[in-house]
């Protein structure tokens, strides 16, 4: 029993070390450093931030019963989360290291690795009309071609199925993988000036594809999908309340900062030309 133990602190070891792999490949030099790190590992290993996604998920679709593919599934925190919830869940992902790593965790959980498997964009490798519910939690902004994987992804939804999408809405003034604030429609020559100013990683800027909500809305039309804009409705509602579970402290900071100036109905007014965050969809395939 003592090794069993021993082998699986072994095994966490082995993926933290992983992330802290992918963090400095990826981040370093463009989130703040050492909070940085440590917000990485939180994110990737902490199953807090995993429950929190299988519930914005469950706040909108009842997943009992569905079967579910999580596109970008990162080190598999969504996946597991929800096979420890008892549901059916796959995932896809096209990173190696990440697809490596969180086979793993799938295995030293107890669970059947092969479930998550590596894609690319334009290739899922799954039948057409397989899963219920796809989700997508700040994936899109990675994407060099969402139009292909949206259009891959509607192919293996099943008819009626949905897709959920969360992530960064690039029409706002903040950056979240650079933590800092950005004029959204700033021309990249000019914001790698400004991030080289900051000193702050440039190349990672032409990684980003500044995901906006009528792109997205026009790709989910061209594919006929019922489009419901749900991040644009919270947004509305927290402007009034002030109150979100899923708002981070700096965002809820904003929100009050806005009715302090008297400039909440600007705000939500603003919203319907698609400033607002974060991004925040379910789209229906008929």
């Known amino acids: 029993m003592e090794t069993d133990a021993m082998q699986k602190q072994d095994s966490y070891s082995e993926i933290e070390k992983a992330v802290i792999e992918y963090y400095n490949s990826t981040y370093n030099g463009v989130s703040n450093q050492e909070l940085g790190l440590e917000l990485a590992l939180k994110t990737h290993l902490n199953e807090d931030d995993a429950n929190m996604h299988l519930e914005l998920v469950q706040d909108y679709i009842d997943l009992k019963g569905k079967k579910i593919l999580d596109v970008g599934s990162g080190f598999g925190c969504f996946v597991l989360a929800a ?169 809820t900071a904003v929100l009050k900062l806005i009715k302090k100036m008297h400039l909440t109905k600007l705000a939500s007014c603003m919203g319907n030309f698609g400033f607002y965050y974060p991004l925040k969809y379910i789209a229906t395939k008929k």
């Not at 991030?195 to 594809?209: P, Q, V, W």
Request: with cysteine.
């Open 83 to 251: 096979l420890k919830g008892a549901y059916d869940a796959s995932g896809v992902e096209i990173d190696g290291l990440m697809w490596k790593t969180s086979r793993e965790r799938l295995k030293l959980n107890g669970f059947n690795q092969e479930i998550i498997k590596q894609s690319t964009i334009d290739s899922i490798p799954f039948e057409s009309n397989t899963f219920d519910v796809i989700t997508f939690f700040n994936v899109l902004e990675h994407v060099d071609n969402i139009q292909a994987l949206l259009t891959e992804c509607h192919r293996v939804l099943k008819k009626d199925g949905q897709l959920f999408i969360w992530g960064p809405n690039y029409l706002c003034f903040y950056e979240p993988h650079y933590e800092m604030y950005l004029i959204p429609v700033l021309p990249k020559a000019i914001a790698k000036l400004y991030l080289r100013m900051r000193g702050k990683k440039i190349e990672f800027l032409d990684t980003l594809n500044f995901a906006k909500p009528w792109y997205l809305e026009r790709v989910m039309r061209k594919l006929d999908m019922k489009i419901d804009n749900v991040g644009l409705k919270e947004w509305k509602k927290d402007l009034i309340s002030l109150n979100s579970k899923y708002r981070t402290n700096a965002g």
